[in-house]
């Protein structure tokens, strides 16, 4: 049986190190491995080397499966790792998610299994978007200010309007105050 493998991770700061382990402990060597940096909210047919493992497995004569560590890894939208998963069963491609055991997703009680976990996904993503837009709507009415911080006081930022309108230069003043010149040039525009 040939045995492909999906890593992803979302960040550039993040590794696929962990899942290749799990993998390895799990017993599985894969045949082909494939790993990219993109979001879980895109969806599989817009991350290219998922697109690229698709075509691969396409054109694999035989038994073949997909193995990755997580359902998360398919993605976070239930109707798109369904639609996926109905696009590996079609390919004749077993799909097995190490954290759900040896059931395969592609089988009648694994489709149900799948669907209800896919909804709980996205479901819990729902929620934490709400909660994220609750909590910064209720800083925002409690006055609090959001975003990071200004680098330039507003006794600086003056001082930068004045150094400049003395016809000192941006690019000294923004050294002056050992900021960016972007910097002195928002405080310019205020």
């Known amino acids: 049986m040939q045995t492909f493998a999906y890593l992803r991770v979302s960040t550039a700061d993040q590794t696929t190190e962990n899942q290749r382990r799990e993998l390895e402990t799990a017993g599985f060597a894969p045949t082909l491995v494939y790993s990219e940096i993109v979001s879980g909210k895109a969806a599989a047919a817009q991350r290219a080397e998922f697109a690229r493992m698709l075509e691969t497995i396409a054109r694999t004569e035989g038994a073949k499966r997909l193995v990755v560590t997580k359902l ?16 590996l069963r079609r390919l004749g491609c077993e799909v097995q998610v190490l954290q759900l055991g040896k ?16 909804a709980v996904a996205e479901m819990e993503r729902d929620l934490l978007v709400e909660r994220t837009q609750a909590g910064l709507a209720r800083a925002k009415a409690e006055g609090k200010k959001l975003g990071r911080p200004a680098k330039l006081d507003p006794e600086m930022a003056a001082g930068a309007r004045q150094r400049v309108g003395a016809g000192e230069t941006i690019a000294a003043t923004a050294r002056a105050l ?10 310019l525009a205020r």
């Open 72 to 87: 998360d890894r398919l993605g976070r939208d239930a109707g798109d790792v369904l639609a996926t998963m109905n696009h």
């Open 103 to 118: 059931l395969d997703l592609t089988s009648p009680a694994g489709k149900l299994m799948l669907t209800m976990l896919s």
């Open 178 to 187: 050992g900021v960016s010149r972007q910097t002195v040039m928002r405080a």
